[in-house]
């Protein structure tokens, strides 16, 4: 299977995401990449590498990359020959099963909808992620998490028929429950929009509707899917990393600041160590467009080498699961089951 | 200076309720509590105080009182002779200064808004609440945080000078910087509401209004004022409490998980006190409600005799502030700056 790789795209381009690439060709079975890039620049990275390693990367060569900079609406028309239309070409045409990026994700979507066009029966993509929390599984799913900030109904609903289709598929969940992200438990919680879509989640046989979400419970992970518009979703996901951040930055500056305190963090360092490691963004390496009609996976600004070696492969799951196909299933079954409620 | 206080109301009522309203007229001069609730149940709770005590505690006798099941709009005009009625009308009536409560937060807006009324030039209420950050202060005030779901553009555009209005007169802060919570930094980020509200927040000369503030900057407190919808702002707040939680019981698994950790966290105990003692959300007490004609402090739920005491001073502090005469002549001058402009 092979995965194209934006090697211009992420705060640390091209050095980490041409390591991650090797690192994921080493470590899984099966596996092709091709870099598309600034050719040279990439053979540089590339150099140190074995023969071994070499003959599962292939370079597609181009001199021109989004910034972060770049917006969105300009970058689709502008610039053609971008790293991310090349790498989503090769998918559209079927040299690539899928496509990772750590570049502009507003981009990444916007060039992903022209170069791949939208699945039958889906209005908007969604952005999902991942998320740790403290269920037994120790992570939910939750979309969208930007893609879109203005929803109608319809768009959640759709977000709710891909997000449990990718559990499914990709996340091997059985039968994965539902949850729409609003202000209170009850059904007639929630704004316009969310009390909108309730009673047609409700009503849509293909997945397993649990109700409302609160904030409160959000990493209590009791719905291993969350819906919400992309701007809850945004500031939800966002919060959660600021909180976290925030606590992590106290607790160290407590415990810098006695003697004793410094000498019990050195003691307790293997279980910071396991803290560190179950809440690292990196470990799930990147977040599925879900919508449109091939496989584009957006990894974070600040991808390291684990970081895009875990997006690449999601990229692979998401491809060899056929959850596509999945979704076009599942949209035009759940429009029938609301129709003939 | 009377504040009437809610003795029914709370998970920890009347019990908690009680030793807070004690816990404060020992602690504060020149405050007296008025407790509102069921007379025999609150004498015996008072029993065991000392006379000098109980001279700064009175007693108002009702038997109806609001759980946390009942619906604000039935509770309006059903329980007309509720403990947060009564504690309501004795503010309205000039007897008390204040009012605070721990008990069901819709109610107590709803029968705020029946007994007091709403400032001249403001349409909604909101719910204010102050939070933990990593900025020199060490904590910033937002809100809406869950008194209304849908708002228009002036919505929001008066919930920011009150709580500019707030956080001068209560919070002592010369100036405040006022935020605008949405899905990116830059003025065309948003949903249609913040794309609205972003210039006219521009032109309010009576706030120092400082743009967006994303969610990822939150808890590093940019702002001193952050500004949203009560949608958005309860799901911004409870997903921190939920987090936050995670993370907490997240670590503490890990430092039990072998006896060297153990053994590091008890020599680390002090800090993670501390950090426990900052992050306590019963050091502020409560959140007022701004935009009603008195003064209505609102607690969570689980208050505890110390988050109760810190209530009542909230409120105290909102009284003696004057503050709701400010919001009325910033509200006043504002609608002259933005037409004016």
Known sequence: MVIAV???GGDNAPSEVVKGAVKAVNETPNLEVILVGNQAVIEKELAACSKQEQSKIQIEHTNEFITMDDHPSEIVRGKRKSSMHIGLKLVKGGKAAGFFTAGNSGAAMAVSMVELGLLEGVARPAIGTIL???NERGFFFMLDVGANVDCRPEHLVTFAIMGSAYAKKV???DNPTVGLLSNGEEEGKGDMLTKAVYPILKKTDVIKFTGNVEGKALFKGEADVVVCDGFAGNIALKVSQSV??????????????STVSKIGALLSKKAYNNLKKKTDSAQYGGAPLLGVN???VIGHGSSNDTAVANGIRVAMNAAESRMNEAIVGDVKDSLASILNY
Not at 247 to 256: F, P, V, Y
Request: with cysteine; glycine share 4%.
């Open 6 to 8: 934006d090697a211009m």
């Open 132 to 134: 740790p929390c403290s």
């Open 171 to 173: 996340l091997h969940i």
């Open 244 to 257: 976290a951040k925030y606590i992590t930055s106290m607790l160290k500056q407590e415990l810098l600041s």
């Open 294 to 296: 091939g496989i584009c």
